[in-house]
């Protein structure tokens, strides 16, 4: 009792009183995704976010407001989000971006530019999603620089690095992995997004993603949704955190 009324009188200052008994479990149960993936970056060491698809970089913000204290590499290959992202890795002296696509070549392509900006993608973007989101729907295509991961890889990291990767990439999720080809051991975690429905045309399937990264000595520890159809209220898209495998 003596517990509730004093966070009750700390609200205000956003404090709030643990005891000392409560266990480890219950304290774990708790967790918001926020809090997992904070405590999977801080269990497993990791040095280095790669942050593929960064937009205006919410994901690389979400990141240094959680208390992560590492690198990240942030890459946009959209001409007006890059802007915004360059302004945001400002407030961050561990933070660097490039104006470049990630996917399975290196050379140029033409990316579908998304009204809404987020859902822009090298894929064409199908009904279904445009219903959804009516503000996604493509407004322009841009000729845009990419390269492979392989290509850049060292540039990127150094050999001691424990890497995080992060793909947000609308549908080319798994071109990005196709630039790696073997995905190096150094990499301990990888977050991606991931499809209920067909979105895009040529995108993998949640079964094919999963498999993919399970063959590549990685398991799945969470899911967060991101995206829900507001007819049905059927969920579209979700992030899925997969991390390395101990055995």
Not at 5 to 12: G, Y
Not at 37 to 48: A, M, P
Not at 80 to 102: G, M, R
């Amino acid at each position: 009792m003596l517990k509730i009324l004093a966070n009750k009188l700390l609200r205000p200052l956003a404090i709030t009183l643990v005891s000392d008994w409560e266990s480890p479990k219950t304290k774990t149960a708790e967790m918001s995704y926020s809090q997992r993936h904070l405590h999977w970056l801080k269990e497993l060491g990791v040095t280095v976010c790669i942050d593929i698809g960064a937009n205006a970089g919410q994901y690389g913000r979400q990141l240094i407001g959680l208390g992560y204290v590492g690198k990240i590499v942030s890459f946009e290959p959209l001409s007006v989000a890059f802007s915004q992202l360059e302004d945001a890795i400002k407030s961050y002296k561990k933070w660097t971006a490039q104006n470049l696509a990630i996917s399975d070549i290196d050379g140029q392509l033409e990316i579908n530019i998304a009204g809404n900006s987020q859902s822009s993608s090298l894929l064409q973007m199908k009904k279904r999603h445009r219903d959804a989101e009516p503000q996604s729907a493509y407004t322009d295509r841009e000729l845009v620089a990419v390269a492979k991961l392989s290509t850049i890889w060292n540039r990127i990291t150094e050999p001691a690095d424990l890497v995080w990767i992060k793909i947000d990439t609308q549908g080319s999720e798994r071109m990005v992995l196709n630039g790696l080809g073997r995905i190096p051991n150094q990499v301990v975690a990888v977050e991606v997004e991931l499809s209920f429905s067909d979105l895009y045309d040529g995108q993998p399937s949640v079964p094919e993603m999963t498999q993919y990264l399970m063959d590549e000595g990685f398991e799945m520890v969470a899911l967060e949704e991101v995206f829900r159809e507001p007819v049905s209220h059927r969920t579209l898209q979700v992030n899925g955190i997969f991390l390395r495998r101990c055995d």
